[in-house]
């Protein structure tokens, strides 16, 4: 089976950086993919991971080292639009996410 | 933009009543998926669908269970005999084969269960 593990939850303020780690164990590991949630609605797809290094999307960015077992969301500039919740997310060959547990990042004025 | 519907956006029925919630994938999307999120808990993966067939299914998805693409538009999930424990918001998604970890998720069906 798969298992995720990140932070529970982050607070910044306005214009800071937040890091969202997480690591997984897993087998049949294909790529690590980020998704965001704003109050229990849609989750959305930010970010994903297939090989390792960074990959850079605006103000989002999201790495992946698979000998490490460990990724993470990187969110530069925050804005009080970012406050929600970011998921990580492993895919494998069977056409499938297993999603983390999230962490809830609180961005304050 | 095209977008993944679901209706209803909530559902309450009674212990051991049967449930369908519907989905409308995005339509040139070919694979599809039900995902569930219990209040505060993470994304739960139940079934991914392709070609007309389950393509992978979690230990949640038990006999209870089942899905169906009845026409060429919609995507269904059946509770056939909900428990208390299926109360949580049902979320379908549907993606392209490559890349189908970018997948588009509907905005839910909250299923309340008394």
């Known amino acids: 089976g798969q298992s995720l593990e990140q932070p529970s939850e982050v607070t910044a303020v306005e214009g800071a950086i937040v890091q969202i780690n997480c690591t997984y164990q897993?087998?049949?590991?294909?790529?690590l993919s980020w998704y965001q949630q704003h109050d229990g609605g849609a989750p959305t797809f930010l970010s994903y991971n297939g090989l390792d290094g960074l990959e850079e999307t605006g103000r989002f960015s999201s790495f992946l080292s698979r000998s490490d077992s460990y990724g993470y969301l990187l969110l530069q500039e925050l804005q009080m639009k970012d406050s929600a919740s970011y998921f990580c997310?492993?895919?494998?060959?069977?056409?499938?996410?297993?999603f983390g547990a999230g962490t809830t990042v609180t961005v304050r004025a | 933009e095209p977008e993944v519907t679901q209706t209803p956006s909530h559902q309450v029925t009674q212990m051991g009543q049967e449930v369908i919630l519907r989905c409308v994938p995005i339509s040139n999307h070919l694979y599809f998926y039900w995902y569930r999120q219990i209040l505060g808990q993470k994304v739960e993966f139940l079934v991914s669908f392709y070609n007309n067939e389950i393509s992978e299914k979690s230990e949640i998805f038990d006999d209870q269970f089942s899905v169906e693409r009845p026409d060429g538009s919609n995507f269904t999930l059946k509770i056939r005999s909900t428990k208390l424990e299926d109360s949580a918001m049902y979320f379908c998604?549907?993606?392209?084969?490559?890349?189908?970890?970018?997948?588009?998720f509907g905005p839910g069906t909250r299923l309340t269960v008394t």
């Open positions: 997310a492993v895919s494998d060959q069977n056409y499938k996410l297993s």
């Open positions: 998604a549907s993606s392209d084969p490559e890349p189908y970890h970018e997948q588009y």
């Open positions: 897993t087998s049949g590991f294909y790529g």
